[in-house]
T-cell receptor, first 114, second 113 residues
Framework: EAGVAQSPRYKIIEKRQSVAFWCNPISGHATLYWYQQILGQGPKLLIQFQNNGVVDDSQLPKDRFSAERLKGVDSTLKIQPAKLEDSAVYLC????????????FGSGTRLTVV | GQQLNQSPQSMFIQEGEDVSMNCTSSSIFNTWLWYKQDPGEGPVLLIALYKAGELTSNGRLTAQFGITRKDSFLNISASIPSDVGIYFCAGQRGQGGSEKLVFGKGTKLTVNP
């Protein structure tokens, strides 16, 4: 079974620029999550999708972050404009609703804002 | 947002030693999970706990769900070099796989051969 695919693996941008991350979840997983992991911290949920609907985006900085999951499969997370404090690893995860062992993380995108 | 209190922050041990780490919360969680994260990778699930008092093993790893539902413990026996990494506890309010995870800050484990 293929894992959660994310791209790019690394991105370096200047502050105030825009950036987008892409995630392809495991086939059949209805739930998709974007987590932000700042260096030295545990991951923090930004947004959760159930199919193509948003379940929880309470911790998403909506003035600069946006995410979509068209057709309930792939997802894109965008930051516009980026700030220095957005430097982090952005992890995508997906789950099959009733099984925690199916809750799988991708390898993440490491964003550096300079 | 809430994070779990995980300790110790880091550990330096000799190969063959046993390791213990724990995680506490001010509020109740109905599911506790332990993950390991290697550099440049996402967290990988080690053990999931669903019932207060539950004790579950996965090879040399043993985890327990605290009776109060506000804490959990992870033990690694007879450590080996490949145990190196960052271990995270995570809690879920419910017991399904479709809920968000609240993470601790991690315990960084270093194993000296």
């Amino acid at each position: 079974e293929a894992g959660v695919a994310q791209s790019p693996r690394y991105k370096i941008i200047e502050k105030r620029q825009s950036v987008a991350f892409w995630c392809n979840p495991i086939s059949g997983h209805a739930t998709l999550y974007w987590y932000q992991q700042i260096l030295g911290q545990g991951p923090k949920l930004l947004i959760q999708f159930q199919n193509n609907g948003v379940v929880d985006d309470s911790q998403l900085p909506k003035d600069r972050f946006s995410a979509e999951r068209l057709k309930g499969v792939d997802s894109t997370l965008k930051i516009q404009p980026a700030k220095l404090e957005d430097s982090a690893v952005y992890l995508c995860a997906s789950s099959f609703n009733s099984q925690n062992y199916g809750y799988t993380f991708g390898s993440g995108t490491r964003l550096t804002v300079v | 947002g809430q994070q779990l209190n995980q300790s110790p922050q880091s550990m330096f041990i000799q190969e063959g030693e046993d390791v213990s780490m724990n995680c506490t919360s001010s509020s109740i969680f109905n599911t506790w999970l332990w993950y390991k994260q290697d550099p440049g990778e996402g967290p990988v699930l080690l053990i999931a706990l669903y019932k207060a008092g539950e004790l579950t093993s996965n090879g040399r790893l043993t985890a327990q769900f605290g009776i109060t539902r506000k804490d959990s413990f992870l033990n690694i026996s007879a450590s080996i070099p490949s145990d190196v990494g960052i271990y995270f506890c995570a809690g879920q309010r419910g017991q399904g796989g479709s809920e968000k995870l609240v993470f601790g800050k991690g315990t960084k484990l270093t194993v000296n051969p």
